[in-house]
C-alpha cells in the first residue's frame, strides 16, 4: 500500500535529520558508552544507598561518579562554549584559575592561620571574594585575546605557567585546612539529600545561562562575532567587548568550579587540583559538535559533552586504566571528532550515504 511505502521512505529521512542535529554527536557518544558498558558488566549501572563518615545516607556507583564528577566539568563546559564561540580558540588555564580561586576561597576563610578552629569569615563572602578574583584574571586573559589580539591559547598560556605559583602565593605556600563541616557539603553531600551536590550547583548554572541566553541577545552577538566580527562591527557590535566578556563569564564558571574543588577535601594542592580539567573542559565543547574554529554553538550540547566525557573517564577507570594513561584514550577521542569534523570529510560521508540510501521508485506496495 501507499501508506507502507511512505512509512518506508520516512525512515531514512529521519535519521538522516537527526544526524545533522549537533546534538547527536554527544547523544551517540553516550550510548555507544553506555551500551558498552551493558555489555562487559552491567553491574556499571548498579547505585546503592549507603552511609557517609557523618552518618547521612548518600546514594554510590558508577552513575553517581559521573553525576558528581561531570558536574563541575559541565559548569566549566559553560563557559569554554561561549569563548570558542566568539573567539576560535580556547582558555587553557582554566585548571590554573580554579587553583587561585581555590586558594583565595581558603585564604578567606582561614585569615592568618592556615588551621582554624572556626571560619574567619562566611563562606559566601570567601566565595564572592573569589569571584572577583577569577573573573579579574578572566577579563586579563580576554583583554589579551579582544584588545591585544593575541591568539587565545597563547594569551592564556601565561596564567597556565604561572597560574599555580600564584596560588600557593596567596597562601604562603601552605596548605590551609578547614575543619568546618559545613565547608564541605558544596563537594560532597548536604545532610539527607543522597545526590550530591555538584550536582544541583550545575543545575542552577544551567538555569542561569539558559535564562541569559533565552532573554538577553548575548547568544546571537557571540554567535555574530565568532561567525564573522567585520560584518558584526558593521551591524553595530563591538567584537571585542563581547569577546572580554566572554573570558570574564569564563572567570565566573571557573569559581564555581573552585568552590567544589576545594570543598571536596577541605584543603588544597596547588600542583594537583583541576590537573588537566581544561583539557575536558575544551573536549567537552568538541564533542558537543561545536566548530573550535568559533560561530554557532548549542550549550545543551557541550553540557551534555560533559558528562559523555566524564562517562569515558570513569569506564576507564572501571577497567584500572591508569591514570598517566587517560590523556592518550581522550586524544584519540579528539582526533575521531577533528577528522569527523573536517569539511572533505563531511562531503565524502554524505556522498557515501546518498549513495547506501534507499530511493523511492514511486511504486505502490502491496
Do not use: H
Amino acid at each position: 500500500m501507499k501508506s507502507k511505502e511512505t512509512n518506508k521512505s520516512s525512515v531514512p529521512g529521519f535519521f538522516s535529520k537527526l544526524v545533522r542535529r549537533q546534538i547527536f554527536i554527544p547523544i551517540a557518544a553516550l550510548l555507544l558508552l553506555a551500551v558498552f558498558n551493558l555489555i562487559t558488566d552491567p553491574s556499571f549501572y548498579k547505585i546503592t544507598l549507603g552511609y557517609n563518615s557523618a552518618g547521612n545516607p548518600v546514594l554510590s556507583g558508577y552513575l553517581m561518579t559521573i553525576l558528581d564528577s561531570g558536574s563541575e566539568l559541565a559548569i566549566l563546559a559553560i563557559g569554554m562554549t561561549l569563548v570558542t564561540a566568539a573567539t576560535g580558540g580556547q582558555d587553557i588555564s582554566v585548571g590554573a584559575a580554579i587553583a587561585i580561586s581555590g586558594s583565595v576561597i581558603l585564604r578567606v576563610l582561614c585569615g592568618t592561620n592556615s588551621r582554624p578552629e572556626t571560619l574567619q569569615a562566611p563562606i559566601i563572602v570567601a566565595f564572592l571574594a573569589a569571584c572577583v578574583v577569577a573573573m579579574l584574571f578572566g577579563a586579563f586573559n580576554g583583554a589579551l585575546v579582544a584588545y591585544f589580539r593575541i591568539q587565545p591559547m597563547v594569551a592564556t598560556l601565561i596564567l597556565f605557567t604561572a597560574g599555580r605559583s600564584i596560588a600557593a602565593w596567596i597562601n604562603n605556600n601552605e596548605l590551609p585546612i578547614i575543619s568546618e563541616p559545613s565547608f564541605g557539603y558544596f563537594g560532597g553531600f548536604i545532610p539527607g539529600i543522597p545526590i550530591p551536590t555538584p550536582f544541583f550547583i550545575a543545575v542552577v548554572c544551567m538555569i542561569v545561562i539558559a535564562l541569559v541566553l533565552r532573554f538577553t541577545n548575548l547568544g546571537l552577538y557571540t554567535q555574530a562575532v565568532g561567525i564573522n566580527e567585520s560584518s558584526s562591527r558593521l551591524n553595530g557590535l563591538n567584537p571585542a567587548f563581547i569577546k572580554f566578556l566572554t573570558f570574564v563569564i569564563l572567570g565566573l564558571c571557573v569559581a564555581v568550579a573552585g568552590l567544589i574543588k576545594v570543598s571536596r577535601f577541605s584543603t588544597i594542592n596547588y600542583s594537583v587540583i583541576a590537573k588537566d580539567i581544561e583539557m575536558d573542559a575544551i573536549l567537552a565543547v568538541a564533542l558537543g559538535g561545536n566548530a573550535l574554529s568559533g560561530g554557532k554553538f548549542n550549550m545543551a550540547a557541550s553540557i551534555l559533552g560533559a558528562y559523555v566525557i566524564q562517562f569515558l573517564t570513569t569506564t576507564l577507570y572501571k577497567f584500572n586504566v591508569q591514570s598517566d594513561a587517560l590523556p592518550a584514550y581522550k586524544a584519540v577521542v579528539v582526533i575521531v571528532l577533528v577528522v569527523l569534523s573536517a569539511p572533505i570529510v563531511r562531503e565524502w560521508l554524505s556522498g557515501v550515504w546518498k549513495k547506501i540510501r534507499p530511493q523511492g521508485n514511486g511504486k505502490e506496495v502491496a
